[in-house]
Nanobody
């Protein structure tokens, strides 16, 4: 499966963006989905994940209450709604697909569980 992430851009602190991830090829409902990010000079880190059915999520503590992951399987799209953005949220954001979970399985947070990655979309938050 090929993933395409979009929606990044330049935003002021306190602003919002919504990232989208779509695929060509196999439907995304076959995968648990996650968002990761790599800030300048740092390693890639987990942001949020959602199970295949869309009713169980995991979110890293630094974005809880500000970011929300969701999915519309009928549209073959996964979203990351980001609000109250901070300069430290500046990063390249990647969506990723995990093929190793059942439909009702728990979303996974470890990068090593993800099999397919999008190209990334840059989010820049100015202070």
């Amino acid at each position: 499966v090929q993933l395409q992430a979009s929606g990044g851009g330049l935003v002021q602190a306190g602003g919002s963006l919504r990232l989208s991830c779509t695929s060509s090829g196999r439907t995304l409902s076959s995968y648990g989905m996650g968002w990761f990010r790599r800030a300048p000079g740092k390693e890639r880190e987990f942001v949020a994940a959602i199970n295949r059915r869309g009713d169980d999520i995991r979110t890293t503590d630094s974005v809880k209450g500000r970011f929300a992951i969701s999915r519309e399987n009928a549209k073959n799209t996964v979203y990351l709604q980001m609000s109250s953005l901070k300069p430290e949220d500046t990063a390249v954001y990647y969506c990723a697909a995990d093929r190793g979970v059942i439909f009702t399985g728990v979303p996974r947070t470890e990068e090593s569980n993800y099999n397919f990655w999008g190209q990334g979309t840059l989010v820049t938050v100015s202070s």
